[in-house]
């Protein structure tokens, strides 16, 4: 319910979008390893482009989505995650994106099933208390289980989920082939399409997989800036710069658990101890010890 592929378009880091994107993977690559991991249903969720899901269209249990880059009342940014719709209804989400209000209405209006993405990660850059509330007002679904975000910030994502009585969807976020595939979501018993949103929508789902951690978004950025270095040979001027690429991981899941420390206790009430959490392996209390 969650991947990407080439096009996904430009790196949204600060400057480094000027040459590099945000994933290299081929669609047809990623849907050949999504089958190879079992998958029965699949879909691409590119930022604001269904360019590549067009490519795998011709397969019966391949479906429509895009994550939209959207714009809350607030000013700030949100990742929201549609599903299943029409290629003319790409054009419209995209009028609408930068207007919450009226891109509801259109959600609604079109019954389309959609969710907000990594509600416990500062990927999109600040959060306000408003935006919250109007994900718990107006949004269905909520991505618990991201394959790139820390094992805490998916079990909190999960209990908020549970306290809003929201739609548990779980995604690996790949944008690089090895991680394609490590998170899903699943309906026992499903055999259709119609099925499994019918499943989800009735709270039959269930998400699985990893975890994101250090090694794993380490991996996976010197892969991309192999892939940049292959398409862009310019860019091999800058490969001394890969030493930097462990800081900016590590810098990366400090600010996540930072930003799950900010809002947690705000939105569950959650007293987070002082003492900083691990990024591999850190055991964490039982949903029914933290409520």
């Known amino acids: 319910m969650h991947v990407h592929s080439y096009y996904s378009g430009p790196c949204t880091t600060p ?3 000027r040459f590099c994107r945000e ?3 081929d669609p047809h690559e990623v849907y050949a390893r999504l089958e190879h ?4 249903l699949f ?4 930022h604001d482009s269904i360019e590549g899901a067009e490519q795998l269209r011709r397969y019966p249990n391949f479906f429509l989505s895009e994550e939209l880059t959207c714009r809350m009342p607030s000013g700030t940014e949100v990742h929201i995650g549609v599903y299943d719709f029409h290629e003319r209804q790409h054009v419209e989400l995209q009028r609408r994106r930068n207007d919450l209000v009226a891109l509801l209405m259109y959600l609604s209006e079109r019954r389309l099933f959609f969710s907000i993405n990594h509600v416990f990660s500062s990927l999109t850059g600040r959060r306000e208390l408003d935006d919250f509330r109007w994900f718990e007002g107006f949004f269905p679904a909520m991505e618990t289980h991201n394959g790139h975000m820390p094992e805490n910030a998916n079990a909190h994502s999960a209990l908020l989920a549970k306290r809003w009585d929201k739609i548990a969807l779980g995604g690996s976020d790949a944008h690089a082939l090895p991680s394609v595939g490590t998170v899903y979501t699943e309906v026992a018993e499903a055999r259709s399409k119609e099925e499994f949103f019918a499943g989800l929508k009735n709270g039959n789902g269930k998400t699985a997989g990893e975890s994101g951690c250090f090694s ?3 991996r996976d950025v010197f892969l991309i800036g192999l892939e940049m270095m292959r398409e862009n040979r310019w860019t091999t001027t800058l490969a001394p710069l890969a030493l930097l690429v462990p800081v900016f991981t590590m810098w990366n899941y400090r600010d996540e ?7 947690a206790p705000v939105l569950l009430g959650v007293p987070l101890p ?3 959490r691990q990024w591999f392996s850190a055991p964490l209390p039982a949903a029914e010890e933290v409520v």
């Open 216 to 218: 794993k978004l380490t």
């Open 23 to 25: 994933s290299y993977s």
């Open 257 to 263: 658990e930072e930003f799950v420390r900010r809002w």
């Open 274 to 276: 002082r003492k900083r």
């Open 15 to 17: 400057h480094v979008g």
């Open 37 to 40: 991991c079992g998958m029965d």
């Open 43 to 46: 879909t691409l969720t590119d």
